[in-house]
């Protein structure tokens, strides 16, 4: 047995030797291997989510500093990441929003610039007592006040450094808690020089010949430590590496999709008939008609349950465009057959709505509805868990907790992931595999391009529900500056004397150390103490025990609260018709696409509504940003304008997407490697379907590593 305390160099070197590890074994080795990785930096690196030597060379950088010079601040542009050499002027303590902070004023003589830390000890001040001469400082440089200012930079004496990495163009590495940027570049430059020349090429000749991409060793090695600046740097074209790189996730991506696609085609699924004087009960409890799209939407469905070939159907519409109900006659439709059916939420609070709002339909219909979420207390969890497997509960809803591995049903016929920007196609198989290839509808409020679509939901049919219900009353979206934060107050007041309710959203739970943003815990007390005494308020975030969420969702629902000061926990499926007015803090801080979702929380009835943008910084750039938010409330033009600014990932979440992690690409500027790379996935797939070739052997080790995270999501507790 290996003990934690084993040198794993040590191990390595006589494995290599001895030509025990494959190239590819070498990769998946800890992090302990690498030369100078002790197990206090271990530690670190795997708090990151950086457990193998793989890990790391694939976590490419964020960009590069161009240290070969020195630039000028005045000639520095605010919004770029920067890095400048100055003369410390002094540092103080100065009070700033009833807290101390740490600043220190720095010049070239071309201008200056005020570095700011809002956490900090006193080995801040001495260090900087104790720094003298020229020092280097890098940051995201801000303008606020119409000064310059960077928070909690990175600092390094420029006279004596012989850091291999400082000096000429250095990468710069998203931040570890516990390591410096100076030392984890030490690190890479260990993983570059040692294991760089195991990686094994994963493309075939011919592709790299035919799309002309240099081979992974050339890729990494450019990338992490490049000899000139990137041109993706300087203007629109990535480096040779990059694009080489861009290309190679994309074909995986595009694997995955047409590999995913052609195993449903295979599988044998149940086909569901029609009970329509159930489906007549059913309607007759709806206290509303449906609209044509989601009649349209109904019958694309029932024609596919009709099949004996699994249904996988992505059901996408703008918030508020009536899903919900969509999945419940899918519901009751299966289980109308003699089926089970389990609609899993991304968030225990949404889990709780659903189970809350299903219920008034569920059991006039005698049909056994249960909730199943982690935070449930042991004993229901297992009074929930034995009813779905004895077949007992025929709707479940739940959360995460639907796919865990002791979770069993008897006959599940349908899965309903509802906000798929939460989950993936590898969620999608784990539920999948919880029943005999039980139908799969997904819902999304989150509208994808087409483009998206495609590539992220290759493996689903798509259907949209392009109508709203009749009485709802377009959301006016307002823009304010910080200054005039006045305005939203009043209009706040307004609207409460009214009777009507409000959310005010912030970007963090409690003070940060790196960041001067509000946050819900002080601004709750604020506002409750100073602008708002009169008015039953309560914080909500995702940090809160369920129960305590659950009780504050229910107070505010039934109007015993008028005022929801929250994290973007609410951003998804809240439903609260006398919710009239939205006011998000710091939108800056987040992407078109979820300040649309938050938007979508008010405006559910036929009240005026209004959702109002209380920015503070970011200049020109951001309010032109944020204006797309006032010209439009259509969600598909949102989206697009939401990846073509920021790219895939603040779109739909990827961390949670499954296979689509997306580190590198972006489907509006890579859309061109994109179609290149499913040319070539498909071309691979025809001419060798199973990847039997030698030639195509690493491809298929690195897909089965892939294909194991269902396994992982299986095992999930």
Known sequence: MVTPSTDWRNVIMVAQRSNILSADSVLLQPVEAIKGVGPRLA????????????????????????QRGTIQISRLRPGDYVSFVATLLGGREVRYRRRKIYQVTFSDGTGVVTAKWFHYGRWLIQRFQGLKGSVRVSGTLRVFGGKLEIHHPEIEAVEGVNEEGSGGIVPRYSGIPGIGPRAYRRIMKEVVSNFIPQVEETLPAAVRDYFNLVDLQAALRQVHFPSELPEVERSLQLSPGLRRLIFEELFFLELLIIRSREMLARETGQAMGLDRDFLRRVGKLLPFSLTNAQKRVMREISADLGKRRPMNRLVQGDVGCGKTVVALLTAFIVIANGFQAAVMAPTEILAQQHYVNLKPYAEPLGVPLVLLTSK???????????????????????????????????????????????????????LRQKGGSPHVLVMTATPIPRTLAMTAYGDLDVSVIDELPPGRTPVQTRI??????????????????????????????EESEKSDLRDVTSMTEHLGKEVFPDIPLAMLHGRMAAEEK??????????????????????????????????????????LSQLHQLRGRVGRSTHASYCLLIYEGGGLETRQRLAIMEQSNDGFRIAEEDLRLRGPGDLIGLQQAGFMDLKLANLVRDAETLAAARRAALTLIQKDPELTKPTHAVIRAKLQRQSHQVADLLKTS
């Not at 004397?497 to 963090?508: D, E, K, S, T, V």
Request: no cysteine; net charge positive; glycine share 6%.
């Open 550 to 591: 659950q009780k504050i969702m229910a107070a505010f629902a039934s109007k015993q609260l008028q005022l929801l000061v929250a994290t973007t926990v609410i951003e998804v499926g809240i439903d609260v018709p006398d919710a009239t007015v939205m006011v998000v803090e710091h939108p800056e801080r987040f992407g």
């Open 376 to 430: 449930l207390k042991s004993r229901e969890k297992q009074t929930s868990t034995e009813a779905i497997a004895k077949g007992e509960a025929r709707l479940v809803i739940g959360t995460h907790a639907l796919i865990q591995k002791h979770v069993t049903f008897q006959r599940l016929g349908l899965v309903v992931i509802d906000e798929q920007h939460r989950f993936g196609v590898l969620q999608r198989m784990a």
């Open 43 to 66: 530690h670190h690196l795997k708090a990151k989510g950086l457990v193998t030597v793989e890990h790391l060379l694939f976590n490419l950088p964020l960009g590069y500093l161009d």
């Open 480 to 509: 304010i500056h910080a200054k005039q934060r006045y305005k939203a107050y009043e209009l706040l007041r307004q609207e409460f004397n009214q009777g009507h309710q409000a959310y005010i959203i912030y970007p963090l739970v």
